[in-house]
Nanobody, 123 residues
């Protein structure tokens, strides 16, 4: 089992930056792949960034490529999502996910989920 707790959400003006954190505990063997998803009101949950801890490979959805960065500090067992140049379309609840099956940006790739943290971007 892996437990995930997100933090760092909040309100920010368009053009601003925010960094989300995802602290993990539990079985480290079950979190080979880490990712961030987001879900806007009335929309489906979408994978936006993923990290393969075996080789450091990252994946990004086109909507955030060049603006968001997923990183991890192993000693802290924490995964970060650095978000820059935020716009109103980035408003959503952001979820951290971990898994051991396969690498990708779809929900089926992941076994464990955090409770989510809200990000609101105002114009």
């Amino acid at each position: 089992q892996v437990q995930l707790v997100e933090s760092g959400g909040g309100s920010v003006q368009a053009g601003g930056s925010l960094t989300l954190s995802c602290a993990e505990s539990g079985n480290a063997w079950h979190r080979t792949y880490l990712a961030w998803f987001r879900q806007a009101p009335g929309k489906e949950r979408v994978g936006i960034a993923a990290l393969n801890t075996n080789n450091g490979r990252t994946l990004y959805d086109d909507s955030v490529k060049g603006r968001f960065t997923i990183t991890r500090v192993n000693a802290e067992r924490t995964t970060y999502l650095q978000m820059t140049s935020l716009n109103t379309e980035d408003t959503a609840t952001y979820y951290c996910a971990a898994g051991y099956n396969s690498f990708g940006l779809t929900s089926n790739n992941y076994n464990y989920w955090g409770q989510g943290t809200q990000v609101t971007v105002s114009s």
